[in-house]
């Protein structure tokens, strides 16, 4: 798809490769997180339960926005189990017992990872003219920092 938005055809195609990594993150943590919601069990299970459903939920949203910035791209976007396990760093937890401990450090852990996922994208974006990427990133590291300081502060 020929597009002409003032961004360069090769730089809007290394942006929709690199935001293809954010997406299949922010997809394998919002899976994560919405198993751990459902069998999250233990004396934080209501707070943990509620947290967990508010997370998943925003993570469903930027899921789309993502995608949609990378067809803005002029590019299709990843949409399979296989594609964003191959591309994610975060990885799914197969296990069906996880202690909510464990829940929220692999949740903080896996934030933590999309937030540095999200800023090594920032250098493509020099001289890219992309303001739609930069505003997208920007959320999404706020997003995840803070999320990632509200896990961390339940552990201790």
Same mark, same amino acid.
């Given at each position: 798809?020929?597009?002409?938005?003032?961004?360069?055809?090769?730089?809007?195609?290394?942006?929709?490769?690199?935001?293809?990594?954010?997406?299949?993150?922010?997809?394998?943590?919002?899976?994560?997180?919405?198993?751990?919601?459902?069998?999250?069990?233990?004396?934080?299970?209501?707070?943990?339960?509620?947290?967990?459903?508010?997370?998943? $939920?925003? *993570?469903?949203? +930027?899921?789309? !926005?993502?995608? &949609?910035?990378?067809?803005? @791209?002029?590019?299709?976007?990843? %949409?399979?189990?296989?594609?964003?396990?191959?591309?994610?760093?975060?990885?799914?937890?197969?296990?069906?017992?996880?202690?909510?401990?464990?829940?929220?450090?692999?949740?903080?852990?896996?934030?933590?990872?999309?937030?540095?996922?999200?800023?090594?994208?920032?250098?493509?974006?020099?001289?890219?003219?992309?303001?739609?990427? $930069?505003? *997208?990133?920007? +959320?999404?590291? !706020?997003?995840? &920092?803070?999320?990632?300081? @509200?896990?961390?502060?339940?552990? %201790?």
């Amino acid at each position: 798809m020929s597009l002409n938005t003032g961004i360069e055809e090769s730089k809007r195609l290394e942006i929709a490769k690199d935001l293809s990594k954010l997406l299949s993150e922010s997809y394998t943590l919002y899976l994560k997180t919405h198993k751990y919601h459902w069998n999250v069990t233990g004396p934080m299970f209501q707070t943990l339960h509620l947290m967990f459903e508010q997370h998943y $939920n925003d *993570l469903a949203l +930027a899921v789309d !926005e993502i995608a &949609e910035r990378i067809r803005v @791209m002029g590019v299709k976007a990843p %949409g399979s189990y296989t594609e964003f396990q191959e591309l994610s760093q975060v990885k799914e937890d197969s296990r069906l017992d996880v202690p909510a401990g464990d829940m929220i450090q692999n949740l903080l852990n896996d934030h933590e990872q999309v937030v540095r996922t999200a800023k090594a994208i920032l250098p493509s974006l020099d001289g890219a003219n992309d303001e739609g990427t $930069n505003s *997208l990133l920007g +959320a999404r590291i !706020e997003y995840h &920092e803070k999320t990632a300081w @509200m896990l961390k502060s339940l552990l %201790g």
